[in-house]
């Protein structure tokens, strides 16, 4: 079992709160369409995270990793949807203005299957994995050191699922009022310019660890 819940409360918020693809992104969804349009994003990424975690400590991920062309694979294209999604927020304009065809938020499993190509979501997934699913040492002993590592996957998947929801709103209230404040187009194309740029530079460790 999970030695200290309050460490893997501390390392999921830390992970949670810190500037990420997924918060940026919510960010900017909340600025241009609102809390409301910017739920179904903020719950996908809330259920999906932890799904996919779940499936990467019964062993998914390690399929994936273990294939050198699978992992390049994935990791390009998380690069290219990242470079695509800072485009549309780079290009969006102002709330008042006009959508363009086709300018949505992002829908329920849209934000889901993202983590899948997120890199930030794989680096927390597997150092989460590592640091607190201590039955792993005994995975391949006993039935009962099986069983408590598939107990601390799941004590690990629920604590990131209640702790990303509050966090994601928080970030989600910052861009809404953010939002609020920028009422002339130049100023939104800037915050929308900003969040973009963010984007591309969650990029770099990728890029700098390939």
Known sequence: MIPSLL?????????????????????????????RRTLPHVLGITLGFPAMLALVGIGIGALI??????????EILGAFLMLWIAWRIATAGAPHEAPRAGARPLRFFEAAL??????KAWVIAVAAIALYARGNGGAHGNGRAHGMVWIDIALIAAAFALIC?????????LG???????????????????MAAL???????????G
């Open 114 to 119: 993202f983590q899948w190509v997120n890199p």
């Open 199 to 209: 984007l591309v530079l969650a990029l770099v460790p990728l890029a700098w660890g």
């Open 165 to 173: 929801l509050p966090t994601l709103l928080g970030w989600a209230a």
């Open 65 to 74: 990793l273990a294939s050198p062309m699978i992992h390049l694979g994935l």
């Open 7 to 35: 460490s893997l409360v501390l390392f999921c918020f830390a992970m949670s709160a810190t500037p990420g693809p997924n918060n940026v992104m919510v960010m900017a969804s909340a600025a241009r369409y609102g809390m």
């Open 176 to 194: 809404r009022g953010a939002g609020a404040f920028l009422k002339s187009e130049r100023h939104f194309r800037l915050f929308n310019g900003a």
